[in-house]
């Protein structure tokens, strides 16, 4: 089966380093994503990652372990704006399709 | 370029009766998924569909049908509703050579 765990809700200051991880079990693995979503907004794209190892774009970092079946984003200098929900979604290529499977996701609380 | 668009934004409708939804991709991009999102559940994949064919399928009953045209508009239909359908349904559009997937902003259902 398929299986994404993330955290509830975490509550970081403004200016601050914050972490959302993420652990995944699938097969067919083909990629991670991170997506914000705003309330009452649809989800954004954040990164993806393929290969293991860090992809840094801006204040935002995702790291993959595929052997742990592990990721985090990595949100630096954070910003009130940062508040929102944070989904890990994992794409499974068994079939010739995609087929994404969201977590939960992680709701981000950012205080001045 | 225009966004993934779906029409219409809001819908109310009765138990027993059905529902069809639209969305129109990305120009160029020709594969569109559907997901239904609760507050309990989170974002599900319903199914995704690419040059008018369906690739993969998530676990919903047959009361939940798509098709895709040969424009990549597709549309999804949810038959005999229960209030448990009362959901925000987004699609969303990928091309072949990306693999981030691009969300309009959702067909807010409620089912009485």
């Known amino acids: 089966g398929q299986n994404i765990d993330q955290p509830t809700e975490m509550t970081a200051t403004e200016g601050a380093i914050v972490q959302i991880n993420c652990t995944y079990q699938?097969?067919?693995?083909?990629?991670l994503f991170w997506y914000q979503q705003h309330a009452g907004e649809a989800p954004t794209f954040l990164s993806y990652n393929v290969l293991d190892g860090l992809e840094e774009k801006g204040r935002f970092s995702s790291f993959l372990s595929r052997s742990k079946g592990y990721s985090y984003l990595l949100l630096k200098e954070l910003q009130m704006k940062d508040s929102a929900s944070y989904l890990c979604a994992v794409r499974d290529g068994r079939g010739g399709g995609f087929k994404t499977i969201f977590g939960a996701g992680t709701r981000l609380f950012v205080k001045a | 370029k225009a966004g993934v668009t779906q029409t219409p934004r809001y819908l109310i409708k009765t138990r027993g009766q059905q529902v069809t939804l639209s969305c129109s991709p990305i120009s160029g991009h020709r594969s569109v998924s559907w997901y239904q999102q609760t507050p309990g559940q989170g974002l599900q994949f319903l199914f995704e569909y690419f040059s008018e064919t369906q690739r993969n399928k998530g676990n919903f009953p047959g009361r939940f049908s798509g098709r895709q045209f040969s424009n990549s508009r597709s549309e999804m239909n949810v038959s005999t509703l229960e209030l448990g359908d009362s959901a925000l349904y987004l699609c969303?559009?990928?091309?072949?050579?990306?693999?981030?997937?691009?969300f309009g902003p959702g067909t807010r259902l409620t089912v009485t």
């Open positions: 699938t097969s067919g693995f083909n990629g």
């Open positions: 969303a559009s990928s091309g072949q050579e990306t693999y981030e997937q691009y």
